[in-house]
């Protein structure tokens, strides 16, 4: 994992992490980050599902209906996002499912009561 930003990074999209994030703790939280032709900025999705303080389920229903709902304003993920509230900074063997979504990665980690961004980037 890295602290450099990737170029899609914004205050906006941090803000909106960091507070999912600790809306959900001291569970985690998953997400999209996504791009779409009808909205210049980037969003982020948070998904309802299952969550403990060390894995997140989300709901296969909503995926789905993001995905299509995506599909329908011609978008695309950009990044996938979760949390680690328990302040583990690698990317787990149980995160690599995600790379199925997207290729670059950010993860909110909680370390000494604050939250930083931490990003990822899976090799081609």
């Given amino acids: 994992m890295s602290n450099e930003p990737p170029e899609f990074w ?9 507070m999912s994030a600790e809306a959900a703790f001291p569970n985690e939280v998953s997400g999209l980050i996504y791009a779409d032709e009808q ?3 980037l969003n982020l999705q948070v998904f309802p599902g299952t969550s403990t303080g060390i ?15 995506l599909r329908s304003r011609s978008g695309q993920p ?9 302040g583990q900074v690698y990317f787990s063997k ?11 990665h950010v993860v909110a980690v909680r370390q000494h009561d604050a939250w930083k961004c931490m990003f990822f980037r899976s090799l081609p």
């Avoid at 914004?10 to 960091?18: D, I, K, Q």
């Avoid at 950009?78 to 328990?86: E, K, L, N, Q, R």
């Avoid at 149980?94 to 670059?104: G, N, S, T, V, Y």
């Fill in 94 to 104: 149980r995160d690599e499912i995600l790379e199925l979504w997207a290729k670059r």
């Fill in 55 to 69: 894995s997140v389920d989300a709901s296969p229903q909503a995926v789905i209906a993001f995905a299509y709902w």
């Fill in 10 to 18: 914004s205050v906006t999209l941090e803000e909106a992490c960091v």
């Fill in 39 to 41: 909205d210049p900025h």
């Fill in 78 to 86: 950009v990044a996938t996002f979760h949390s680690h509230p328990g």
